[in-house]
């Protein structure tokens, strides 16, 4: 054929221009494509004229050679491209997502990130999609193919952010190119996508559901039966595939049963829990927490605390397996099962045989499970429990005893047993208390009140006790007045401090906080000693203790600021003493709590 002809002579002419033309006088290989040329020529004459170039070329010598070679591929460049192609084979196709509202706005050199994030490897990428996410520039038509194939990533947190945020912002938009992409047999990019498609389809969807639970990849299959809970009329196929041999399959079974919560299914959660599925059964059992299948669980647990009692060998370790899940089940249910629990915890606390080493730590999980009964008798049977003198049931007894008790009976119960923080029950009381007393500082330091108790619910010589134990972090949550045994204890532990450690800050804090007045002369001595790169981060409670300061120590303030090595906490200092020297007069000055409040206000 023509063309055949004319990409051999083009082929030999690039090999000329690559060799050197000197070497075109009486080429062989050029020469024997003259005569076809010529031929060609006779019925169209831009095949002569080519043939007479090549010839030309042939006879040059060297000096000629050149410009003759550059004659001939000219000629031949511009034959060629009347000779292209315009139209591809096969049959036309849309692209994916062309059918959607999508808008392609976006300049492509502001898209071009986003899209080479998605479809690229290396580091920055995720944060390349946070940027385009937060300024919405990646809802494009153009983009939208990129994402769907980025649930396949291999770098897992971008397809969890995809799944998550991206894809959902696309909407229905996205359903024809996630089916496009979608392979049955495919990995959990494609279990992803089979969620995505079911939130916008919902029901239409039920057919490819239903197929990809039965013949999908496990990957597919186990995306599919999270979804069947949904469809009652699936019942059967999930009780199905609840038998499966994949303990994979089995558990996205039984999380999809709690979710129907049928009668077979509830029946089915109660076979697995008292089965050798029961680790993989507890948490679809908390998740359905029917009455119906938690007093049947109960029930079992008496059975098997009568079995443990009376078996040996192995019959008795599997009773208390047993035992185990069962509180494990129970877990959350609260003073709504609390009639069915509670005899049985009552029970099972009170036999002397479970009473043992071995069982200790379903024995905690047991009195965790009284103090959420939120009932008073079981309240009275902990405190009971902590009076037997059992360490771990102690510290359930004092959790209890402080729901009941008024601040100085609570103290003069437990107190005495605190004798060295050695002690096994002072470990247990001090862990007790540092759980109730963290709770509420976290409360209170949303409030503004920088990490301490409120005064009213706890007593006052409860502080004290805690200087004898040298229990630091709660001396400064219980700390209410600048006493003197207070303040020497907390100045004692400054001694040779770091001003970047946690302690001496929740130190200082609590100082400011009871009004001591050599509070900020401390607080400035640490901050001069301290080297220039020690304080490389400016947290929350460096920046309270900034603000705490009086006007008056702006001078040595901002001198211990201009030593520091990093500019971004010089700076971030900086403009609280700014906020300092402007504040108003009537901005208290005591604690730095209102003054806190004040530069957060007019800093934001």
Not at 123 to 139: I, K, T, V, W
Not at 397 to 407: L, N, T
Request: aromatic share 8%.
């Amino acid at each position: 054929m023509s063309v055949d002809l004319l990409y051999e002579l083009q082929q030999e002419t690039r090999r000329l221009f690559i060799a050197g033309s000197a070497l075109a006088a009486g080429d062989l290989r050029l020469s024997k494509l003259s005569p076809s040329l010529r031929k060609l020529g006779e019925s169209a004459p831009v095949f002569k004229r080519l043939a007479d170039s090549v010839d030309e070329l042939l006879a040059a010598n060297r000096e000629e050679s050149s410009a003759k070679l550059l004659e001939l591929g000219t000629l031949l460049s511009a034959v060629l491209y009347t000779q292209g192609k315009t139209e591809t084979s096969g049959e036309s196709e849309p692209i994916p997502g062309s059918r959607n509202g999508l808008k392609t706005d976006v300049s492509y050199r502001k898209l071009q990130p986003f899209i080479e994030a998605l479809t690229s490897k290396g580091q920055g990428r995720l944060e390349q999609l946070h940027a385009s996410y937060e300024d919405g520039s990646f809802l494009d038509l153009r983009a939208l193919p990129a994402v769907c194939a980025a649930l396949d990533d291999s770098y897992s947190e971008i397809p969890e952010f995809v799944q998550e945020k991206l894809i959902p912002a696309f909407g229905f938009d996205a359903v024809s190119v996630l089916r496009s992409q979608f392979n049955l047999q495919g990995g959990k990019g494609d279990g992803r996508r089979l969620l995505l498609m079911h939130r916008q389809l919902q029901g239409d969807l039920s057919d490819l559901i239903a197929e990809a639970a039965t013949n999908g990849s496990p990957e597919v299959k186990i995306a599919a039966i999270s979804i069947l809970g949904q469809y009652p009329d699936q019942e059967f196929l999930l009780l199905d595939l609840s038998l499966e041999k994949r303990k994979e399959v089995r558990t996205a079974a039984y999380f999809s049963l709690a979710k129907l919560g049928t009668e077979a299914a509830i029946q089915r959660l109660y076979e697995a829990v008292t089965s050798k599925d029961r680790e993989i059964a507890v948490e679809p059992v908390r998740r359905n927490g029917s009455a119906e299948l938690l007093g049947r669980i109960v029930k079992h647990g008496e059975e098997a605390l009568e079995r443990f009692i009376v078996e040996e060998g192995k019959e008795k370790n599997e009773a208390a397996e047993q035992i185990r899940i069962v509180i494990l089940s129970l877990e959350g249910s609260g003073d709504r099962m609390a009639a069915e629990s509670y005899p049985f915890l009552h029970k099972l606390l009170t036999t002397h045989a479970y009473l043992i080493q071995e069982t200790e730590r379903t024995q905690e999980a047991a009195a965790e499970l009284l103090l959420d009964l939120e009932r008073a008798e079981a309240n009275q049977f902990l405190i009971e429990l902590g009076d037997r003198g059992k360490g771990p049931f102690l510290r359930y007894a004092f959790q209890a005893a402080y729901k009941r008790f008024s601040p100085a009976d609570l103290y003069h119960r437990y107190s005495p047993l605190m004798n060295s923080a050695k002690s096994q029950a002072s470990k247990e009381l001090l862990r007790a208390i540092s759980g109730i007393a963290g709770s509420q500082s976290n409360e209170d330091e949303e409030r503004g009140g920088a990490g301490s108790i409120p005064e009213a619910v706890w007593d006052p010589r409860w502080v004290h006790l805690f200087i004898r134990l040298n229990q630091t972090e709660l001396v400064c949550l219980f700390a209410q007045k600048a006493d003197r045994e207070i303040t020497h204890y907390l100045e004692s532990k400054l001694q040779n401090a770091n001003l970047n450690s946690y302690d001496a800050q929740q130190i200082l804090l609590a100082m400011f906080r009871i009004r001591y007045k050599e509070a900020p002369e401390l607080f400035l001595t640490l901050l001069e000693k301290s080297s220039s790169r020690s304080i490389y981060y400016l947290n929350w409670q460096l920046e309270r203790l900034v603000a705490s300061l009086p006007k008056a120590s702006v001078p040595r303030l901002r001198a211990s600021t201009e030593k520091l090595a990093y500019e971004s906490v010089r700076n971030q200092i900086n403009a609280i003493i700014d906020e300092l020297e402007n504040k108003p007069d009537t901005v208290q000055e005591e604690n730095g709590r209102s003054l806190w409040g004040w530069i957060k206000n007019k800093m934001s």
